[in-house]
């Protein structure tokens, strides 16, 4: 048994120095390409509207609010100013979304987005989102890398193909610090005992961001509270959580077999889905020896079963907002084709113990 076990020490071990750490080298060198160019594109929006003000910025290596989505797709949150004069309203009527109302007795001229607020005082998410649209569509005629970069023209989110082979959606987003949305107020689950106390205050005095974009639930729908609301975003909270050990560098190894294994056709999951799964995981297996890297090989196959089992039934719980279905929207053929070669994926880990060698 030990044998066995030290044999999937060093699979895994030899499989991160040579896949996980080329992925990770390829991606720094996209990202570095792919943000040059949005880069450029946004200066040429903050040229025309102050107002949109890059927070693409690179910091200790890595660029701020640049999330990698998969090998070819990524998002940039672009940070907006002055949230002040609104309450932060999230009453559970639209999973995963909130609405910014004006505060009682307060102006709309108070506001430096005036002319988003509708007639019932709410900041509208899609009317910032529209005016963002244009300006980046006229900002992408102008830049220095016009050649290279196109707007993707069927959605209401702003997306650019960046030469043919790159997706990046730049995001309009508030960041929200010191406040916790009540419909996350089951975290932390009370009989678990990950995380400790302190990184609970952390991660609750991080916050949250509200993101101007689509989400399937709200695809298609006439009520016009729906294309006002803003979706909640924990990205930096769970990377804290992740920070370091045994559990980042399992996120990197799912994210590594995931874009050899399951970037599949529809997109049934991506590396988000990843993470989600990665964080439930990390509740049933709370002590930090469950993450040593003796027993990496087993985390990977409970959360790979894991995914099986979502796929199957056809729904991913968000980590905080387990109202908020991950898997909502996308095609059951992908989502049965994405099983299938989980399933595949698995038995391999399962049943051949030098498995990392093909994989």
Known sequence: MLAQQSKMVYQINKYYQEKVQARKANTAKTIREVCKVVQDVLREVEAQEPRFISSLVEANGRFEGLTVLGPT???VVLYLNQMGVFNFVDDGTMPGCAVLKLSDGRKRSMSLWVEFITASGYLSARKIRSRFQTLVA??????????????????????????ERYVVQITPAFKCAGIWPR?????????????????????????????????????????????????????EAENMLLYGGGRK??????????????????????????????????EKHPREGEWDETVLGDRIQGILLQTISCLQCRRCPHYFLPALDMLKGKSPAALEAAAKQSWRLTREL??????????
């Open 249 to 282: 560098r399992c996120l990197s190894l799912l994210k590594t077999l995931r874009d050899r294994h399951l970037d599949l056709t529809g997109q049934p999951l991506n590396n988000y889905h990843m993470k989600m799964l990665l964080l439930h995981e990390c």
């Open 183 to 235: 419909s996350a107020s089951h975290w932390p689950v009370s009989n678990c005992s990950w995380p400790n106390p302190n990184m609970v205050a952390e991660v609750k005095a991080e916050g949250f961001n509200l993101l101007s974009k689509e989400l399937p639930q709200v695809q298609g729908k006439q009520s016009s509270a729906e294309g006002d609301a803003w979706v909640i975003s924990f990205d």
């Open 350 to 359: 399962l049943t051949n113990s030098r498995c990392f060698e093909k994989l």
């Open 73 to 75: 797709e990524f998002e």
């Open 138 to 163: 006229q900002a992408v005629d102008k830049c220095s890398y016009r050649d290279v970069v196109k707007m993707i023209a069927d959605t209401s989110d702003v997306k650019l193909r960046i030469r």
